[in-house]
């Protein structure tokens, strides 16, 4: 069913793009998906992928341009001229169009529009461009069908075979007043299975969920999510219907935040993809190390404050990095639990509820875990079970130390309205480390007295 | 415009259910959406939930089994009968029904089906329950519109009209043959806009995306994102038309997918959530640490191997910690980009290729971070600068290494069909920082001659 690259499909075009064959290389796609073809042209050299798209007619090249990765299409756009862009970004929907006119340079931008043809989708798409992208005004649509509660379905049904020519797909059908405000909506049921002399007053349905047009786009999604929605109405401040949003939207604004939840906890600060350039990986990457290293020279230091210990107790050292990587790992899982349960809005109970549940946690992990330390010291690597029992000790205050800090960063980092998954990965990994180092030698000097 | 559960608002209802005022208790309840009420019943005591539940009427009480944590959802269903749990299977769709029988234990499950009002669901339901909750035949639901291309359009919405009927969302119009082979699908919009005489196999699109029934759940969510689908159809081995999957539910698919990757990124290794029970969350932590603690116990060893450098090199010991958790770092940061990379299918190119990028990528980021240490080192550790040099170069080469184990291992676990995420997290921290301790101290001793 489903389309896969090969090797010698890009062969053949390369072949075949060489020697100028467009008609080929045109039988050779025509039955490929654009999604496909999207893929395709990345894998390519620019100036073969600039050749397909030109061969290629503009109903499929419009929805092409949306496939592509960004780097693609900013090189595409570039071998265009206005008027040409403005030709696909006409083929396009709404929130599809002010996406990719976003994307240009702001001269570039203002000629784009001047060359669409259609007015009322130039307009429509100029009033999206207003909007922040991360909102509910920059993830929706204008494209929807509309009726007025003073209409009867005969009416309703003749408009909305008008309105349904520029409605690709057709979700709902939202149900106004006079002045363009929200009322309720008709299902597509409805419309199938009544009458046509019935007014739409009698059987619209008066409760609709909608949010307003300056939402946060991660709460969209979690309303959509919650109710089930497959599109929600948009409505501005004065409760006038302004766009929709659709499902197939939401989906990409989840598969995003989970993504950058994911990286964040990996150490990865922004987003990037495998295939990104080296400077566009080390630009993600870098800041943590470069945090993560400062960690460590704190850890060199108070290391080095323990230094009369060395001669006594050596095994001390030999277990510091056992201890900071406990510290570090069972951190890094408290604070992702919560930081998915903050994500999904799943979190119930006080901060200090929370706490109390973390210690108890804590504590029958970290005694499970001290006792198999005792055990695998003795036994593993000849440690007397003296400094077993106190590594054991220090290692359970530094499980409970580093679990209690793990849930609480996070909580108070979401408080205050910054990403709490900031607090995962290295960031807790390397505080957790020098912590556990500080109480690890605490401990075993209060016991050992060195 | 959404709903919160205020303390408010729960106490009110604990009061009125502990003084059996149904009346009131419904009232309260009455403009409240059936996921907020599953919310709320989440909030409360058992008999509390159950009495809710009994209060209000099945056309409700279903669409909330269905929103419920599953550990409420389980009491509840212990308090009803076989046959109420039926009355409230007959309310729900073919697949989530379904999935709400799965949950039974297998005595129960037999009970309920028997006691099912429509033949017809249930025999959907008991077909729906053979496929593997994972793949398409587990995520599909019966309930579609579909007419044969050998009728035309009249009598087509004729027949829609009653298959609407038991259809809440029409998403897409498939075409049959008379063997029920898929054939094709009519847009809504053809609907809308097609004159009544015309017959269906002139106007339908022959072009139709669909899964097999045994397709992998994760499968489905990467073709229907890729492609921009909200609803897919299911054939069978043979061609014909078995079910079809809506975009709602590959959006839980995706969120669970992404979720799961997250928790093993973090040493967590099963679904579970900050509102779990100790036990389960024990149960998906405690192993990790156990490997944790098993590769610390490894270390120690490594460590206690050098033990003679002690008294002439002490500082190398102190930077121990700071080596094995850049290790960690470094090798997190890699893999969860190859993970991340493999799940969204966005992987280019060969092994060999990734492994020569992720070199010039360590390179990059591994010379700037040497330098950084020799300088912080010098300056803000009081180590000589030739200390410092041996400890940098050994830091280079151990990032150089643990980038390439974290590129290496995901994509050959991938390769041999193991969950790639596998490889991030506790497991590439802790073997990353035990080759970490040994190349350090291997090039140490190479310069240092201890």
């Not at 992990?365 to 054991?392: E, R």
């Not at 605490?442 to 060195?450: H, R, T």
Request: glycine share 6%.
């Amino acid at each position: 069913m489903e389309f896969k690259i090969s090797k010698e499909l890009l062969e053949k075009l390369e072949f075949l793009i060489q020697e100028n064959k467009e008609q080929e290389v045109l039988e050779l796609l025509q039955e490929v998906h654009f999604a496909d073809i999207a893929e395709v042209m990345g894998e390519m050299e620019s100036h073969e992928a600039i050749y397909i798209f030109n061969a290629l007619d503009s109903e499929k090249t419009a929805e092409i341009l949306l496939e592509l990765d960004e780097e693609v299409r900013v090189k595409i756009l570039r071998s265009l001229s206005a008027k040409e862009i403005a030709e696909e970004i006409d083929e396009l929907s709404t929130d599809d169009a002010a996406d990719i006119i976003a994307e240009l340079p702001q001269s570039r931008k203002e000629e784009v529009i001047s060359e669409l043809e259609d007015v009322e989708h130039a307009k429509d798409i100029v009033e999206l461009l207003r909007y922040d992208e991360d909102s509910a005004g920059g993830l929706m649509g204008k494209e929807l069908v509309k009726v007025n509660e003073n209409w009867n379905v005969l009416t309703c049904v003749k408009e909305m075979r008008a309105q349904a020519e520029n409605v690709t797909r057709v979700h709902s059908i939202y149900v106004v007043d006079d002045d363009n405000r929200l009322k309720g909506r008709l299902s597509l049921k409805d419309l199938l299975t009544t009458s046509t002399k019935t007014p739409i007053r009698d059987i619209y349905i008066p409760k609709v969920d909608s949010v307003k047009v300056d939402a946060e786009n991660v709460e969209v999604a979690r309303i959509m999510q919650k109710y089930d929605l497959e599109a929600i109405p948009v409505i501005d401040e004065l409760g006038r219907l302004v766009g929709r949003i659709t499902i197939d939207d939401i989906v990409d604004v989840i598969k995003e935040e989970a993504d950058k939840d994911y990286q964040l906890a990996a150490g990865i600060s922004q987003d990037v993809e495998a295939d990104d350039s080296i400077l566009e990986l080390t630009k993600a990457r870098l800041p943590w190390l470069v945090l993560a290293l400062f960690g460590g020279f704190i850890s060199v230091r108070v290391l080095g404050l323990y230094e009369p210990a060395m001669n006594i107790h050596p095994e001390l050292f030999f277990f510091t990095p056992l201890i900071a990587a406990m510290a570090g790992n069972v951190g890094v899982q408290s604070s992702a639990i919560i930081v998915q349960g903050l994500a999904n809005d799943a979190l119930s109970g006080s901060l200090f509820s929370r706490l109390l549940k973390e210690l108890s946690l804590s504590l029958l992990n970290g005694t499970i875990l001290a006792i198999l330390l005792i055990i695998g010291s003795y036994f593993l690597l000849n440690i007397d079970i003296k400094t077993g029992v106190i590594v054991s000790l220090a290692l359970l205050s530094v499980i409970i130390m580093a679990s209690l800090i793990g849930t609480f960063i996070p909580i108070v980092l979401d408080k205050y309205g910054i990403d709490p998954a900031l607090a995962t990965g290295p960031f807790i990994t390397t505080s957790n480390d020098i912590m556990g180092i500080i109480i690890f030698f605490s401990i075993a000097k209060a016991f050992l007295g060195f």
